[in-house]
């Protein structure tokens, strides 16, 4: 298990290493650099303040989910392993260490593993239906010629049906396990997993208020990418981030990076080359938006340091 974790780890190094050695052949890494810092400070504090408003968002929308199947976690609870396993995630592969790390935590303090993992995982399937609509909505108010604005809105049905799907994965893990291997470990497991995801369906209530507050974060998302684009002197308009940066976003979630960099920071490059955006700029852009994020989970870092002295203070 460590031998295959370690070895992820130096994949996604050499991969990020690889892009961003590729990218340093067309950009200036010192004019990026010097671009980075010289972002203006105002829309700096209000991009910081964003991101701490997404991550109370964040929190609010998977405590919603617990309380709705009935998950004994006290907000505060709930909170801090959010907080400390979206720091720790930061080291792990990219979207789906912190997801792991935080179903893995809420397992140890409630010991109901399958609803732990359950809750997290209708808690990103929605975050994706919510980029989801956000491209959708680029796709409306940008309108793309040709056939870029086709393939958006054929990714965008693609997202859509596969989230919509995992709400029935307890009849599809059925139909494609043979009944005789269902008392099996790993069949037991998944099939646990599939019906406390299945079990979403009967809070349609909850689904829809959490799918609401997913389109807020990412609203803010979006909003603190054009900000900071303003910030370096952007002219970009505002429908044209809600068209590309759903794109951005997925890329971050993708298990191929080193805490964000790297290819995330290659594909928004290339995102905002039809607005003719310097490619210096624009990965400066990148990597504050990359720098940002991880921003935001240095209250995780807090919490985590702080864990060793309670427990001394209790014991």
Same mark, same amino acid.
Request: positive net charge.
């Given at each position: 298990?460590?031998?295959?974790?370690?070895?992820?780890?130096?994949?996604?190094?050499?991969?990020?290493?690889?892009?961003?050695?590729?990218?340093?052949?067309?950009?200036?890494? +010192?004019?990026?650099?010097? +671009?980075?810092?010289?972002?203006?400070?105002?829309?700096?504090?209000?991009?910081?303040?964003?991101?701490?408003?997404?991550?109370?968002?964040?929190?609010?929308?998977?405590?919603?989910?617990?309380?709705?199947?009935?998950?004994?976690?006290?907000?505060?609870?709930?909170?801090?392993?959010?907080?400390?396993?979206?720091?720790?995630?930061?080291?792990?592969?990219?979207?789906?260490?912190?997801?792991?790390?935080?179903?893995?935590?809420?397992?140890?303090?409630?010991?109901?593993?399958?609803?732990?993992?359950?809750?997290?995982?209708?808690?990103?399937?929605?975050?994706?239906?919510?980029?989801?609509?956000?491209?959708?909505?680029?796709?409306?108010?940008?309108?793309?010629?040709?056939?870029?604005?086709?393939?958006?809105?054929?990714?965008?049905?693609?997202?859509?049906?596969?989230?919509?799907?995992?709400?029935?994965?307890?009849?599809?893990?059925?139909?494609?396990?043979?009944?005789?291997?269902?008392?099996?470990?790993?069949?037991?497991?998944?099939?646990?997993?599939?019906?406390?995801?299945?079990?979403?369906?009967?809070?349609?209530?909850?689904?829809?208020?959490?799918?609401?507050?997913?389109?807020?974060?990412?609203?803010?998302?979006?909003?603190? +990418?054009?900000?900071?684009?303003?910030?370096?002197?952007?002219?970009?308009?505002?429908?044209?981030?809600?068209?590309?940066?759903?794109?951005?976003?997925?890329?971050?979630?993708?298990?191929?990076?080193?805490?964000?960099?790297?290819?995330?920071?290659?594909?928004?490059?290339?995102?905002?080359?039809?607005?003719?955006?310097?490619?210096?700029?624009?990965?400066?852009?990148?990597?504050?938006?990359?720098?940002?994020?991880?921003?935001?989970?240095?209250?995780?870092?807090?919490?985590?340091?702080?864990?060793?002295?309670?427990?001394?203070?209790?014991?």
């Amino acid at each position: 298990m460590l031998a295959r974790v370690a070895s992820s780890g130096w994949t996604r190094l050499a991969v990020t290493a690889g892009i961003l050695v590729w990218l340093s052949t067309r950009i200036d890494m +010192a004019a990026a650099a010097r +671009a980075v810092v010289s972002i203006s400070p105002g829309h700096l504090s209000v991009v910081l303040g964003l991101v701490a408003l997404d991550r109370l968002v964040m929190i609010w929308r998977w405590i919603l989910l617990l309380r709705a199947r009935g998950v004994a976690v006290s907000a505060g609870a709930a909170a801090r392993v959010f907080l400390v396993s979206s720091f720790v995630g930061s080291f792990l592969p990219a979207g789906i260490g912190g997801d792991a790390a935080r179903a893995w935590s809420l397992a140890r303090i409630t010991t109901r593993g399958g609803e732990a993992l359950a809750s997290v995982m209708v808690d990103r399937m929605l975050g994706v239906l919510s980029l989801a609509a956000m491209g959708l909505a680029g796709l409306l108010l940008w309108s793309p010629s040709g056939l870029g604005g086709v393939r958006i809105a054929a990714g965008v049905a693609v997202l859509t049906l596969a989230c919509v799907a995992a709400f029935w994965s307890d009849r599809l893990v059925r139909a494609v396990v043979p009944a005789s291997r269902h008392e099996g470990p790993i069949a037991r497991r998944l099939l646990r997993v599939a019906d406390a995801i299945a079990a979403y369906r009967e809070h349609r209530g909850t689904l829809a208020v959490v799918m609401a507050w997913s389109i807020v974060v990412q609203i803010l998302r979006i909003s603190q +990418a054009y900000l900071l684009g303003l910030g370096l002197g952007l002219a970009v308009p505002f429908a044209y981030y809600l068209l590309v940066m759903p794109i951005g976003l997925l890329m971050l979630l993708l298990p191929v990076s080193v805490s964000g960099f790297g290819l995330p920071q290659g594909v928004i490059v290339w995102l905002l080359q039809p607005m003719a955006v310097p490619e210096t700029v624009a990965f400066a852009l990148s990597t504050l938006i990359v720098l940002t994020g991880l921003a935001g989970n240095f209250p995780g870092l807090w919490l985590w340091l702080g864990q060793p002295r309670e427990r001394q203070g209790a014991g």
